[in-house]
Structure formats: structure tokens, C-alpha cells
């Protein structure tokens, strides 16, 4: 008889499969496929996205895949399995060693399954919704928030052609004297907030099924990190995500940031 997988054991192994792939592929020349300044794609993305769907394609055939390369792919369930293959491009083009692959599944209350990977440090950050863990050398460990750094990563790689809260953060004095500012442009840092290698994490934008959030948002919460939009309130509420280590560093930045939601409106 054979084994029934889990829905943890497909997302652990998808994102494995599509790590392996990025891996294989650092540094080596990298055709760039969308080279404007706005997009890049470069093989490894399309290359990992097809193994990753290929796992979920034959243990869950019947759900539903979304991956940023490929587009959708429509089952006959609500659950949807959301796929970021290569999460930090323009990094992972210029051999700079920051970028993850995401997997999540959605749609399915009673199952959680989630993992953002750091596919050269061979680093799984995972939940099924009962916990948040680190799998390293085929050992789980507990990840523990911790806001001891004092270390917020900001993404800064919004629109260029419209008002983008990061840059306006990164030069507020009050925001700089109170954190330690970071732009890993990768939501592999998301995973950090859980890990305790950072105390937070701000982007702007819209986060409904994102591809690129969430898996380490999913990590964030199930490892008691504080998450929210950007008004403090509920996740998808409003504009853009807040993951802090502790209540008092989600006051912190909630309280620095308000003031420049009404200078750089919604978009």
C-alpha cells in the first residue's frame, strides 16, 4: 500500500525540487528574458517554476496552480497552491546570494502548508499551520522571532512610476534612528523576521494570493511574529504588510509609518 503524502510533505518537496534547480543554475551566464527595468526573468525562474509545479502536478492534480512564471492552471478544488519560483531575480543575476523560492498552499482552512527555501544555504523555512520550523540537514528546529537586532528590512522595489512607501521610509529620521535599515530585495527576509534574524519587515503594495508573500507571512504568523497592513490592522485590510518580532516592534513601526500613508497615497 502506498504511503498517503501530506500536504506538507508536497510543498517541502516542491520547493526542494525548485531549489535544487536555482542552485544548479548560480552563476553561470544567465539569458535574461524581460531585460526592461521594470521586469527579469531568466531561465532558472522558468526552469524551477515547471519543477515545482511537476511535484504538486502529480500529488495534487486536482488543485489549483498559480506560479508568477506561467500564469494559472485551474483545478477542481478551492485550494490554490501559489508558486514564486525564484523570488530576487536582479540578485541571483548578479551572483549576489539573496533570493528564495517560495511555495504556499491556500485556499484549504484546515491545511496549511508553506515554505519559503534559501536554495544556496540549503535553508527551508516551513509551516503546516501548527508551528513555524527551520529544516537544515534534514533537521527541524523551532524558529524563534526575536527583535534584538533592531533590524527592519524595507522593500524598496515598488513602481517606478508612481509613490512607493519604501524610498520615503529609508529617509525618515525616525525610522532611522530607531532600526537598523536593510534592502535584501527578496522575501527570503521575510522568513528572517520568523527566524529572529531580523525585527521586521515592510513592504507597501496589495498582498491577495501574492505569490511572493505568502509562504513567509504563513512562517511569520505561525511563529508568533506580529502581522499586519500597513495601518496596523489585519493583513489585506489595507495597503501593504508589516511582519514584526513582538508586539512593541509592530507599535514601533506602525507608529513611525503612519504619517506617511497620507503623503504617498494607495495605488
Known amino acids: ?43 532558472a525562474d522558468l526552469d524551477a517554476e515547471r519543477a515545482i509545479f511537476e511535484v504538486i502536478r502529480r500529488a495534487r ?3 489549483t496552480r498559480i506560479g508568477e512564471e506561467s500564469g494559472r492552471v485551474d483545478g477542481t478544488t478551492s485550494r490554490r497552491w501559489l508558486v514564486d519560483p525564484l523570488c530576487g531575480t536582479r540578485n541571483f543575476a548578479a551572483q549576489t546570494p539573496l533570493f528564495a523560492v517560495n511555495v504556499a498552499l491556500v485556499g484549504d482552512p484546515a491545511s496549511i502548508a508553506c515554505v519559503s527555501a534559501d ?7 516551513w509551516t503546516d499551520g501548527r508551528g513555524a520550523h527551520l529544516r537544515c540537514d534534514s533537521a527541524d ?3 524563534v522571532p526575536s527583535a534584538e537586532s533592531r533590524l527592519v528590512d524595507v522593500n524598496c522595489d515598488g513602481p517606478v512610476d508612481k509613490p512607493f512607501l519604501g524610498p520615503q521610509l529609508m529617509a525618515d529620521a525616525a525610522f532611522r534612528s ?23 519587515y515592510v513592504s507597501d503594495g496589495h498582498f491577495d494570493d501574492n505569490v511572493h508573500f505568502a509562504a513567509g507571512t504563513a512562517v511569520c504568523r505561525s511563529a508568533g511574529c506580529v502581522v499586519s497592513d500597513l495601518s496596523g490592522e489585519p493583513l489585506g485590510t489595507g495597503r501593504g504588510l508589516i511582519a514584526a518580532a513582538d508586539v512593541e516592534t509592530h507599535q ?16
Open 1 to 43: 500500500m502506498s504511503r498517503v503524502v501530506g500536504d506538507m510533505d508536497v510543498a517541502l518537496s516542491a520547493a526542494v525540487a525548485g531549489a535544487a534547480v536555482v542552485r544548479a543554475a548560480y552563476g553561470s551566464p544567465t539569458p535574461r528574458r524581460a531585460p526592461s527595468t521594470a521586469d527579469l526573468t531568466t531561465d
Open 61 to 63: 492534480p486536482e488543485d
Open 119 to 125: 536554495p544556496l544555504a540549503e535553508e527551508y523555512f
Open 141 to 143: 528546529q523551532p524558529l
Open 178 to 200: 530607531a532600526f537598523g535599515t536593510r534592502v535584501t530585495s527578496t522575501t527570503l527576509a521575510v522568513a528572517w523576521v520568523a527566524a529572529g534574524r531580523r525585527a521586521g
Open 252 to 267: 514601533r513601526l506602525v507608529d513611525v509609518i503612519r504619517p506617511h500613508l497620507a503623503r504617498v497615497p494607495a495605488h
